[in-house]
C-alpha cells in the first residue's frame, strides 16, 4: 500500500504519514495510530514497538500485565514513577 492510499484510507494527511515515517513525528496520538493500524488491519498495539528489536519488550508487557491484574490504577503507577523520579533526583 503506497503511502497515499494509507493517509487516504486512515483519514490523515499523506505529510503527517511522511513526517512518522521519517522520523520527524516520534510520539503520534493514539487515536493516530488506531486509525492507522485500522487502515492496515492490523491491531494498534502491532504498530507500537521496542525501537532496539524492531517489537514490543514481551518482558514491559509482562510486568504491566501484571500490574494490571494485581489491581494497580494507572494513577498509582503514575504516583510511583513520580515518587521514583524524586528519589533519583530527576
Do not use: C
Not at 514490543?56 to 494485581?70: F, G, H, P
Request: aromatic content about 6%; proline content about 2%; overall charge positive.
Amino acid at each position: 500500500m503506497s503511502i497515499s492510499q494509507l493517509a487516504e484510507k486512515a483519514g490523515i494527511a499523506k505529510s503527517y504519514l511522511s513526517s512518522i515515517e521519517r522520523n520527524l513525528k516520534v510520539n503520534p496520538s493514539v487515536q493516530i495510530i488506531e486509525r492507522i493500524a485500522q487502515a492496515l488491519g492490523v491491531p494498534g498495539q502491532t504498530l507500537i514497538y521496542h525501537e532496539k528489536h524492531g517489537r514490543l519488550d514481551e518482558e514491559w508487557v509482562s510486568l504491566v500485565n501484571q500490574a494490571i491484574d494485581s489491581g494497580i490504577t494507572k494513577e498509582q503507577f503514575e504516583r510511583y514513577l513520580h515518587w521514583e523520579r524524586i528519589r533519583a533526583g530527576k
